[in-house]
Every structure is written in structure tokens, then in C-alpha cells.
């Protein structure tokens, strides 16, 4: 039976991993899931969306729960697991969802740790999208309306928060380049021009 193809995307903030994922899903006509994740969660787990949307992507900053598992996420005990955050109860969830899609269709899935959620699943493709700060604040300052200056500090900020949140929950480091089969420049390249360069490589990785 053939694997589906499912290619995960950790990005910087600021490099356009988004906007490269969904030409990406256009390119290869194919699923993309991002922020439908977090309405898949909420749905499944019956919280809110809203609260769901404040932690998305945030590791948990709770040191007495944490050693309490004993620095697992599950840790076995069933009494601490009910009170466990709510980052964590949308961690599992969105792993949940994510494996039950690379199971079901070929799709675009953006951040959550996709990478090492589905490490066990073949087909799947990693890729990092980065770029320099210049660029990446260029981008931020236009987009929010913004100067430079203060985009620069919203990007340090995010990309800290990512880090935290995927090294938290997966024990790897964010960014390093042997977590993934692919890593672009989108400041060099631009989105779409990227977009084309994975889905030319995801074209050729089939055929192997």
C-alpha cells in the first residue's frame, strides 16, 4: 500500500512558512491544516476554541506540573493527567489529529511538532522554512503595520516561544538541521519560488 505524502512545516516567525504551505497544498492539490487544527481540537475534546487559540503552540510554564510527571508529558499518573494544562490537553490532541490525518490523506501540516509527531510514519517529509531577521521584519512590518524595530522584537519573541514549546514537548532542538529533509531560505528564494522547490523534491522523493 502506498504511504501518503505528507509534508510538515516548521518555519521562523516572519519567513512565510504559511503562505509557502498553502501554495505548497495548491501545487500538489492536497490538504493543508494549520488553525483548522485548533477547531479539530476543540471539537474533539469538547474546550473552547478560544481558550485553544491562547496556548496554541505554547509550552507548558507550569515547574510544579512538570516535575510532578517527572518531566514526562503523560507520566502515568491518571490523577495528575485530569489536571493536566490546557497546552498539554491541546498537544495531545492535535498529535491525535495530526496522525489520523497522515494516516487518511496527502496534506500540508503546519508547526505543531508535526515533524516529530508523525517520526514514526513513512512518507512524511520535514521541512524548516527560515530567513534572515532583516527580511523577516521587512515582511512582519508590513503585514501588522508596524516599524521594523518593534517587528524585530515581536520576532525574537515568537521564535523564543516556538523554541520553548517544540523543544519542550519533543526533547530535540527547534530549527536544527537534522530534524528535517529540507530547509529553505525564503528570503533568497521568496514564497513562491520556494513553494515550487518543495513541491518539485516532494515530486522526486515519490519516485524513489
Same mark, same amino acid.
Given at each position: 500500500?502506498?504511504?501518503?505524502?505528507?509534508?510538515?512545516?516548521?518555519?521562523?516567525?516572519?519567513?512565510?512558512?504559511?503562505?509557502?504551505?498553502?501554495?505548497?497544498?495548491?501545487?500538489?492539490?492536497?490538504?493543508? %491544516?494549520?488553525?483548522?487544527?485548533?477547531?479539530?481540537?476543540?471539537?474533539?475534546?469538547?474546550?473552547?476554541?478560544?481558550?485553544?487559540?491562547? =496556548?496554541?503552540?505554547? +509550552?507548558?510554564?507550569?515547574?510544579? $506540573?512538570?516535575?510532578?510527571?517527572?518531566?514526562?508529558?503523560?507520566?502515568?499518573?491518571?490523577?495528575?493527567?485530569?489536571?493536566?494544562?490546557?497546552?498539554?490537553?491541546? $498537544?495531545?490532541?492535535?498529535?491525535?489529529?495530526?496522525?489520523?490525518?497522515?494516516?487518511?490523506?496527502? !496534506? &500540508?501540516?503546519?508547526?505543531? !511538532?508535526?515533524? *516529530?509527531?508523525?517520526?514514526?510514519?513513512?512518507?512524511?517529509?520535514? &521541512?524548516?522554512? %527560515?530567513?534572515?531577521? /532583516?527580511?523577516?521584519?521587512?515582511?512582519? +512590518?508590513?503585514?501588522?503595520?508596524?516599524?521594523? +524595530?518593534?517587528?524585530?522584537?515581536?520576532?525574537?519573541?515568537?521564535?523564543?516561544?516556538?523554541?520553548?514549546? $517544540?523543544? *519542550?514537548?519533543?526533547?530535540?532542538?527547534?530549527?536544527?538541521?537534522?530534524?528535517?529533509?529540507?530547509?529553505?531560505?525564503?528570503?533568497?528564494?521568496?514564497?513562491?519560488?520556494?513553494?515550487?522547490?518543495?513541491? /518539485? %523534491? =516532494?515530486?522526486?522523493?515519490?519516485? !524513489?
Amino acid at each position: 500500500m502506498k504511504n501518503n505524502t505528507v509534508i510538515t512545516i516548521g518555519r521562523q516567525y516572519g519567513s512565510g512558512g504559511r503562505e509557502i504551505g498553502k501554495k505548497i497544498s495548491e501545487i500538489l492539490k492536497i490538504g493543508y %491544516y494549520d488553525d483548522e487544527l485548533i477547531s479539530l481540537a476543540a471539537k474533539n475534546s469538547g474546550m473552547s476554541t478560544d481558550a485553544l487559540s491562547g =496556548v496554541d503552540e505554547k +509550552a507548558t510554564n507550569s515547574l510544579l $506540573y512538570t516535575l510532578a510527571m517527572g518531566g514526562s508529558l503523560f507520566g502515568g499518573n491518571a490523577a495528575l493527567a485530569y489536571e493536566m494544562p490546557i497546552n498539554d490537553k491541546l $498537544y495531545i490532541a492535535q498529535s491525535d489529529i495530526i496522525k489520523d490525518l497522515a494516516n487518511r490523506e496527502e !496534506c &500540508v501540516i503546519i508547526g505543531r !511538532c508535526a515533524d *516529530y509527531v508523525l517520526k514514526e510514519i513513512p512518507g512524511v517529509i520535514n &521541512v524548516f522554512i %527560515y530567513a534572515d531577521i /532583516e527580511t523577516r521584519a521587512a515582511r512582519v +512590518a508590513a503585514r501588522r503595520n508596524i516599524t521594523e +524595530a518593534k517587528a524585530k522584537d515581536i520576532i525574537i519573541k515568537t521564535d523564543k516561544q516556538r523554541a520553548n514549546y $517544540y523543544n *519542550y514537548y519533543t526533547s530535540r532542538k527547534w530549527g536544527r538541521i537534522e530534524n528535517y529533509d529540507l530547509c529553505i531560505d525564503s528570503g533568497k528564494t521568496g514564497p513562491q519560488k520556494a513553494a515550487e522547490i518543495i513541491a /518539485e %523534491y =516532494v515530486k522526486a522523493i515519490s519516485q !524513489c
